[in-house]
């Protein structure tokens, strides 16, 4: 009898501990790397909102389409775009073959770090640069450069490998809006391609949600075996008036979560956030990250060269986007 | 004592029930309007072995790509594509705004529904015709004018509604695969927007999953109200070595399933199946319509203009493309 007492008590305890446990994860922070304040607060009862199938707010799971700007939205663009840094790596890489670079601009400026000098090659000679290791190669050749890269190079100022740059607190908000049935895309001015060779590892995005900048493609069975080849023309640029394009291309509905950090997302998070008419009543929200935390990441917005943000956050106010403070908003910045 | 044993007695009948109803349901048919055969053998081995966790062919859910064309694959597309016959209906509509169109090719063939005069204007005729109801449109006026067509037009030799000539036994298929844990999309030569406006309600394919030929489109603020324009220049012909592109671009990965009816889906085919490598060792499943029934549908293949079928089936033995006769596999075309 003491015996089946004790093992009641025993039993009674353990559920007990059970229903706490469960009780305790359902309670248990989903952005812990979000100070308490205004802008974890919006994004708490925003998501809690479209969820709740009671309420008026809500919105089926098939509409919870959030689309996120990639390069200083979910990891760092600075001093410049990494994209362009693998490009620069790979002239340097392959000087060998090229030896006239040395005397040839603009790969000239890029073998001797020199910013200026490649800023002032304009448009075209970034084209050149973009070319040597963008296009006329297979897919799957480019795919294998890049991730190579990745494994190995490392960031000029921090040291870090490229993909321990990427924002832990966005990381979270990405995984909270998944589990509450949304669909992530990234939508960025970057190459898609490029983005698809680490957004599933590092972002949990699979390549069907990656929508980026696009160069033409053809198709062709090469020594019998099917292959894509990377033109040199561009399909789309992703970036600006772009974006709403890339979205509607790709995803074909229209977003209810919108994030960016420049005047590249300005478009996307019109697009996404402004009413179409006196019936539209669906919650949008718009979210821009502001880089203001130079001791841990960079400073920068109204005169940066990489990540201008000046008429998108002159917009913000007023279509009431909310604006994060890197530096008093987020616990941590890089994943540990 | 008596009632208790009743109960008891009763309670074990209800869970034999249950049981028999969950094994009857595991073992239905999932594909009753396809005859048993070897078409239907194959389809149902090729799901089997790619989703046994413990066999040799296993493949992981995230892979199981399958992508299906759409005119003459999933729906009919005789005597001409449901989407030439919107845009000449179109054009008969808005004959008021312009009676010019009376004495001018190739409106004056379209209004006379006179097919041999529409051809002799060659594609510069049919972009024409293309033009009026796609472009310079915006994106919910085109949507909106699409899904009142599916409405109200009725083909012009079986009377019915467009989307009620889809194929019973490819909707089947789509479940099974999904039931499966496949990702399913159309790949069409046909139009992104027009394949949108119905393939969620009629396939079960969100417009995620559509890709398909594609206009130029530009976003603006219009009247303060977000607004994608639709334009007249062509982004991509999602059409023979246009489809491993569009397939590339949309989804990013090699599907392991591809299905088609004609020489527009040869190079999906080829993309989809051929090995890269010798150690590319993934199942994979090539499907061909061949529409052999002139008396439930349409019988055509080498010599027809529309879903020419030629050079696909003449690889599709080497290839092991499974080639479903429409006639002899298929016990029901429409649904009921």
Redesign the interface.
């Known amino acids: 009898m003491k015996t089946q007492r004790r093992f009641l008590a025993t039993f009674f305890f353990m559920c007990l501990s059970l229903a706490y446990v469960i009780a305790a994860q359902a309670q248990a922070d989903p952005l812990p790397s979000w100070k308490e304040g205004p802008r974890k607060t919006a994004l708490l009862n925003f998501v809690s909102s479209v969820t709740n199938s009671q309420g008026d707010q809500y919105v089926a799971p ?1 509409e919870r389409v959030a689309v996120f700007d990639n390069d200083g939205t979910l990891w760092a663009e600075q001093p410049l775009y990494f994209q362009a840094l693998y490009a620069f790596d790979q002239i340097k890489a392959n000087l060998d073959t090229h030896p006239e670079w040395k005397e040839t601009e603009p790969y000239k400026s890029v073998l001797n770090d020199d910013l200026d000098g490649i800023m002032a090659s304009g448009m075209e000679g970034l084209m050149k640069i973009v070319g040597v290791s963008h296009t006329n190669i297979s ?2 050749a480019f795919t294998a450069h890049v991730s190579e890269w990745l494994n190995t190079a490392r960031h000029p100022e921090t040291g870090k490998r490229y993909t321990q740059m990427v924002y832990q607190p966005m990381l979270e908000l990405l995984d909270y809006l998944r589990a509450n049935d949304f ?1 992530v895309y990234i939508v960025s001015g970057g190459g ?1 391609d490029f983005l ?1 060779v680490f957004a599933e590892e590092i972002y949990g995005v ?3 949600n ?1 929508v980026g900048s ?1 160069l033409e ?5 090469k020594d ?3 292959t ?1 080849i990377k033109e040199a023309e561009v ?2 640029v992703d970036d600006k ?5 890339g979205i ?6 229209r977003p209810i979560l919108a994030a960016g950090n420049s005047d590249g997302d300005l ?1 996307m998070l ?2 996404t956030t ?1 009413m ?2 006196a019936e539209d009543s669906t919650p949008r929200f718009g979210l821009i990250v502001h880089h203001t935390d130079a001791k841990r990441e960079y400073a920068y917005d109204r005169d940066s060269h990489i990540g201008k943000l000046d008429k998108a956050l002159d917009e913000a106010d007023a279509r009431g986007w909310v604006v994060v403070d890197m530096k008093k908003d987020w616990s941590v910045i890089y994943p540990e």
């Open positions: 098939e897919s799957d669909e898609i698809r699979p390549p069907q990656v696009t493609a053809r198709f062709e069975m019998g075996v099917p894509i399909n789309l008036a772009g974006k709403p394009v509607y291309r790709h995803i074909g509905r478009q019109q697009y402004v179409r008419n």
